[in-house]
Structure formats: structure tokens, C-alpha cells
């Protein structure tokens, strides 16, 4: 085993070096330490017992890397929908909801979620319970305290609550698997979601979202009527080729709806009657066939779905402050897909842009490929060259995005929860 202060050291380096470091002494972790003595005053833990949980842990930079690579950011929008909307995944969303329809029934009854949705977020984040993960929680909330910075205060807090989740629940720690980002079971619930929103829908005495799937679909259901759900309202309207050029200009990849219908109705918008005037919606423009265009040059980077401007000056190891100078972005670091941005010298901060109006790809549109005259077939059948282009949102959307913050994945589980509850309705 490394010396304490030799592997403090290799800590404070993991951006850089592959690497793999067993055990952690408390001392040597002023992160984890303040953990531990929380827990210890609370009373939740004895010292004794916390020094030997973390000598147990591993610090890995698999983690760290999974976590710098999202399909959220990486992926268009055809190539993340293509990840969720196969054949495969469909059928065995059917034969889940088949298995647990009573269950379904009443998560419907009581939350007023519908069950094709409740379906399609177990088959987005675990396929049904197939994938719950394949890394120790405990493993990878550590490592994210110590090693990634930018968020290192979020997982120490979900670090602490996976701990007490596991006193609480008689978990085994070192047993418990989950992902990258320490999420666990059917509905991948981080700890804090599981400690707040899990619920024993099974009534056999226990919350156990792990290995009991009647537990995981009522507690996705008290999830989202935690978070604001609204019953009988859809989460996307009808989708369209196209929309009037003042609508279109209002399209963006923001995840809350700020626009009223009656609003939208005035620029021409085809929203249904069965919407109210008041209601709130948003713009949502996703092409399935686009074409991330690469930067023609090393020191700039064009956005992609997904990115921040901190993670993308992580990518490019400079700091978040150098990029946003040199590109003029606000406190907030906004940026738009398409916008090619120039990434400075390592180190660097400089004081004034040297971003033109040239410099951003067709306002923030992507590329559409025309590589032949052949249409690309979507995985559920569908062509996508001919895949609908702009969505109406409604408050329920925003609501899944609390759940994961893309509107990629967002429209996934709404895609999904459809094709499932079609596929469905067609067996009977």
C-alpha cells in the first residue's frame, strides 16, 4: 500500500495519471474526514467502524472517466434516441409491465404517473432492471469527493447518504453495486433520491429498490409527484416537421417551459385546444439525422448536446475562468450547440475575446447529413431523416429532467414510454 503521504499525493494527481489506490486513511482526506465526523456526531456511525469502511474503498479512474464522458454529451440526438428505442428494449418493456401490471395499475391509481412512463424509466436506467451498474457505490462516491473537483461538495453529500442508507437499511456497503455516479437499482435513485422518495410499494416492510421492482415502480411514481408532477397533463405535444420562423426562433434545448400557449398560438403555433391559454410551454427543437461538425482547428471546440462550459474547459484541462474570458460568456457560462468555441493556452486567462462573429456555426444549428440519398432507418422502424424536428413541452417534461438533466433523455423516456405502451396495446 502507498505511504499516506504518497497517495495523498497520487490523489491530488488522478486528472492526469491512471491509476488505482486502495485504501483510505481518514487523516489523509480532510474531504472524507469531515464526513466521517458528522456521521460519528450524529451518531450514526463509530469511528472505528467509518476507518474501516473507507481502508476498504478504492479511488478509481475509470470512475473519473465515465464521468468526463456522459451519452447525454456525447451523442447527437438520433444516436442517444437509437441507444433506448430498440426493438429489444420495447418487447421487454411490454413483458415487464405484463409481469407487474397490478402494481402498475395502482402506482397509476394512487400518483397519477401513467405506467408507460414509470415503464419507460426503468428501461431507460436499468433495462428493466438487467444493468443496475457495475461499480461499488462506495467506490465511486469517494472518488468523485476527492478526485473531481467541480462537484466533489454534491457527492460528498451523496456519499454521506449512501452511508447512513446503508445503516439505515442493513445494507452491506461494500456489497452494494450501482453506477459511475452512485446510482443504484431498477430506477438508479442516487442516495439522497432513495433516502427522500423511496417508498414500500410492496408492503412487505422494507424500501428495497435494488432487488424488489414493486418497490422501484412506486417510488418512481412518488418521485415525480414530489417534484411537481401534473396529473393528466402529457409531457410533449404533437411533434412537427417544421414551425412557423417565429416560433422556430424560440427553440432551444432548455429543460423549463416559459412560454404560455396562448403566446405561441399568436406566432401561429398548432397547439390543441385541449391545452389551456395560460399553460406554459417550451420549444424543443431535436434532429435525429444532424451531424456534429468537427472544429477545423486544435484551439477551439464546437458545443455539443449536453456540454457546460466548465465541463468542456475540464476536457481541455484549462480553467472554467480562462474559457469564459477569452469567449466573453457570462457569470452563468451560457453557451448553444453549434457555437464553436476558442479553447486558451493552458494556464492562461486572457483579458479580452478573440471569438469573431464568424467563429459561431450557423447560429447554433447543427449540420444536417446529406452523405446520400439513401434515408437513414431510426431503430423502431422509423426513418430518421424524416423524424419530426420541434416538440412542444409541457411542465411534465421538466419534470423528468429533474430526474436526469437532459432533454435528450427526457424525450427518450417519453419516445419509449410511447413505443412501449403501443407495443402493448398491439399484443393484446
Known amino acids: 500500500m502507498l505511504k499516506p503521504y504518497l497517495m495523498f499525493v497520487v490523489v491530488m494527481l488522478l486528472g492526469s495519471i491512471n491509476f488505482q489506490a486502495l485504501g483510505i486513511e481518514l487523516d489523509q482526506q480532510p474531504k472524507l474526514k469531515v464526513i466521517a465526523e458528522q456521521l460519528v456526531a450524529e451518531g450514526h456511525y463509530s469511528q472505528e ?9 478504492e479511488v478509481k479512474q475509470s470512475i473519473l472517466d465515465a464521468m468526463q464522458n456522459p451519452a447525454e454529451y456525447k451523442f447527437t440526438w438520433g444516436k442517444y434516441r437509437k441507444l433506448f428505442l430498440q426493438q429489444d428494449r420495447i418487447q421487454q418493456g411490454v413483458d415487464f409491465w405484463l409481469e407487474y401490471e397490478p402494481h402498475f395499475e395502482r402506482a397509476e391509481k394512487e400518483y397519477g404517473v401513467p405506467a408507460s412512463v414509470i415503464a419507460a424509466i426503468i428501461g431507460v436506467e436499468s433495462k428493466f432492471g438487467k444493468y443496475k451498474g457495475k461499480h461499488r457505490v462506495l467506490d465511486s462516491l469517494v472518488t468523485l469527493v476527492v478526485g473531481f473537483e467541480r462537484r466533489s461538495k454534491f457527492f460528498a453529500g451523496e456519499l454521506k447518504e449512501f452511508l447512513v442508507l446503508c445503516k439505515a437499511n442493513e445494507l452491506a456497503i461494500q ?15 442516487i442516495s ?13 416492510g422494507k424500501t428495497d429498490l435494488i432487488d424488489q421492482p414493486i418497490d422501484a415502480i412506486g417510488s418512481i411514481a412518488n418521485y ?33 417551459v416559459k412560454h404560455t400557449a396562448e403566446a405561441l398560438r399568436a406566432l401561429g403555433a398548432a397547439i390543441g385546444d385541449a391545452v389551456p391559454n395560460q399553460e406554459k410551454l417550451g420549444v424543443l427543437e431535436l434532429n435525429a439525422s444532424e451531424i456534429v461538425p468537427e472544429s477545423t482547428s486544435s484551439n477551439s471546440y464546437i458545443v455539443r448536446a449536453g456540454d457546460t462550459a466548465c465541463q468542456i474547459a475540464e476536457k481541455h484541462k484549462v480553467t472554467c475562468k480562462s474559457l469564459f474570458s477569452i469567449n466573453k460568456l457570462n457569470k452563468r457560462g451560457s453557451i448553444f450547440r453549434g457555437q464553436k468555441l476558442t479553447i486558451p493556452s493552458s494556464g492562461t486567462t486572457p483579458k479580452k475575446s478573440t471569438v469573431s462573429k464568424s467563429d459561431k456555426v450557423d447560429s447554433g444549428k447543427w449540420v444536417v447529413g446529406q452523405k446520400n440519398n439513401k434515408a437513414t432507418v431510426a431503430s423502431d422502424g422509423g426513418d430518421l431523416h424524416s423524424q419530426p424536428k420541434f416538440f412542444y413541452t409541457h411542465e411534465n417534461f421538466y419534470v423528468i429532467t ?19 405502451a403501443k407495443a402493448k396495446k398491439n399484443r393484446r
Request: overall charge negative; aromatic content about 14%.
Open 192 to 204: 439522497s433520491s432513495y433516502r427522500a422518495y423511496a417508498v414500500d410499494f410492496s408492503g412487505d
Open 224 to 256: 415525480f409527484v414530489e417534484n411537481g408532477w401534473r396529473t393528466g397533463q402529457p409531457v410533449a405535444s404533437l411533434a412537427f416537421d417544421d414551425v412557423p420562423d417565429n416560433v422556430a426562433e424560440l427553440a432551444s434545448r432548455k429543460r423549463k
Open 402 to 420: 429533474r430526474y436526469n438533466q437532459s432533454v435528450l433523455y427526457a424525450m427518450a423516456v417519453h419516445d419509449l414510454s410511447q413505443a412501449i
Open 175 to 189: 456489497e452494494v453495486m450501482g453506477s459511475y455516479a452512485g446510482a443504484v437499482g431498477f430506477p438508479q435513485f
Open 49 to 57: 467502524e467509518l476507518e474501516a469502511v473507507f481502508a476498504k474503498a
